[in-house]
């Protein structure tokens, strides 16, 4: 479903559609995660990822830096004290498998001493007209328009960053210039890139208490 988001200001009868999301990331921190740890053999082992899961390509393991990618579009990346589960959503397949892996993640790591989940969708909004619709979208619908826009050589780059300090956990929208290549007539074509980041800290499970 798409859903409506702005009507431009060049066609005022065409209100601009939010694509589906096309990539979601769950992003943890914690105190006491070592990238190094993070491996193929532990994931399948471990039944954080499903042992029929195929790698897409060599995964890379450093001191630094793990990162494991898998031919449904799965990403796994761990740098210290962080691990990111991303996952690409072509509109053919919708079904997420990030959420129940980051889960299992948690639960098979208990004692990684957890600080905060970062959730980010990002999507993309098609945009119709010139070249730098996207610029001018952002610098005269989401803005106000002034002589800041005229300072330069060149047109000025934007982007919008927003941040909501919600009851439960801090909220970030941001909002970039994207352009995508194409196979048809027309090179590149002009989109609104928007990244939605909720975090806040997670809530570890409660053990049930025994009774004698």
């Known amino acids: 479903m798409q859903t409506p988001l702005a009507t431009p200001t060049d066609s005022p009868q065409a209100p601009l559609q939010i694509r589906e999301i096309q990539e979601l990331a769950i992003a943890i921190t914690a105190k006491a995660l070592n990238p190094t740890m993070v491996t193929q053999d532990f994931l399948q082992l471990s039944g954080i990822v499903p042992s029929d899961w195929q790698m ?3 995964p890379v393991l450093t001191a630094g830096q793990s990162q494991i990618v898998y031919q449904n579009g799965v990403t796994i990346t ?6 990111t589960f991303a996952q690409a959503i072509p509109n053919d397949s919708p079904e997420l498998q990030i959420g129940d892996v ?3 993640f948690i639960f098979k790591l208990p004692n990684a001493e ?23 979208f952002i610098t005269e619908t989401l803005m106000s328009p002034g002589p800041w826009l005229e300072l330069g050589q060149a047109p000025v780059q934007v982007g919008l960053n927003l941040l909501y ?4 956990c801090q909220l970030n929208l941001t909002i970039n210039e994207a ?5 048809t007539v027309v090179p590149f074509l002009p989109y ?13 499970p409660k053990k049930s208490d025994s009774t004698a």
């Open 56 to 58: 897409r390509k060599q």
């Open 78 to 83: 761990a740098q210290p004290r962080t691990v």
């Open 102 to 104: 980051a889960r299992k």
């Open 114 to 136: 957890y600080q905060s989940l970062n959730i980010s969708p990002r999507c993309l909004v098609p945009l119709v007209g010139e070249v730098n619709a996207a610029q001018k």
């Open 165 to 168: 300090r919600l009851e439960q």
């Open 179 to 183: 352009r995508l290549q194409t196979l």
């Open 192 to 204: 609104c890139s928007l990244a939605i980041s909720s975090m806040r800290s997670p809530t570890r």
